[in-house]
């Protein structure tokens, strides 16, 4: 119930090619969903979040996509970079418990080629 | 900008050792998380910490994990009996008042020998 699926495990594009990676959630009490990018050697940094009463947002060249009925939710990539290469983690919470934690998915390792 | 500063960057034990690993949240925030990571692998809850109590805890911290807040603005994980798959990197976490938005250190890599 509380575990969240990501997929794929690992993508290449290339450069200007929009990668997209999927999650999936069990747990119909969650009620944000962000997204974290990581670069080697640092903490994750979030990078954009969506409340299910929404079935889309976009921040710049980041959209992430939500299905409510189908629990899932997905990271599009616009006009990938070199240096969008980093993994990238969802993550699913319920934001009106105090101190709920956040439950990370397994996250994906992006390359984008130059 | 802001940031959650931990300390020591790396941490090199025994086993069977204590170590406490220390954070320096963001000043006004107001939830507080450790979480640790393996190999650059999934990032796995262990505790969080709000109104100077335990809000939650997982699976992964048992009797030999604890988490202070002594002062304020410190946040300290301490392990009492260090094992060998106690080897991660650790992060520290806050959130602001909202508790969407998680602001993570740089992390702890431990490495208990």
């Known amino acids: 119930q509380q575990q969240v699926k990501q997929s794929p495990q690992s993508l290449i594009v290339q450069k200007g090619g929009i990668p997209i990676i999927n999650c999936a959630y069990e747990?119909?009490?969650?009620?944000?969903f962000p997204w974290y990018q990581q670069f080697p050697g640092k903490g994750p940094a979030l990078l954009i979040a969506i409340r299910p009463d929404v079935s889309e947002k976009k921040e710049g060249r980041f959209t992430i996509s939500f299905n409510k009925s189908a629990k899932q939710f997905s990271l599009h990539i616009m006009d990938s970079q070199p240096g969008d290469s980093a993994t990238y983690f969802c993550?699913?919470?319920?934001?009106?418990?105090?101190?709920?934690?956040?439950?990370f998915g397994p996250g994906t390792r992006l390359s984008v080629l130059p | 900008e802001p940031e959650v500063t931990q300390t020591p960057s790396h941490q090199v034990t025994q086993m069977g050792q204590e170590v406490i690993l220390r954070c320096v949240p963001i000043s006004n925030h107001l939830y507080f998380y450790w979480y640790r990571q393996i190999l650059g692998q999934k990032v796995e809850f262990l505790v969080s910490?709000?109104?100077?109590?335990?809000?939650?805890k997982s699976e992964i911290f048992d009797d030999q994990f604890s988490v202070e807040r002594p002062d304020g603005s410190n946040f300290t994980l301490k392990i009492r009996s260090t094992k060998l798959e106690d080897s991660a990197m650790y992060f520290c976490a806050s959130a602001g008042q909202f508790g969407e938005k998680l602001f993570f250190g740089s992390g702890t890599q431990l490495s208990v020998l």
């Open positions: 910490f709000y109104n100077n109590e335990i809000s939650e």
């Open positions: 993550a699913a919470t319920i934001l009106d418990n105090y101190g709920q934690n956040f439950v």
């Open positions: 747990n119909t009490a969650f009620d944000y």
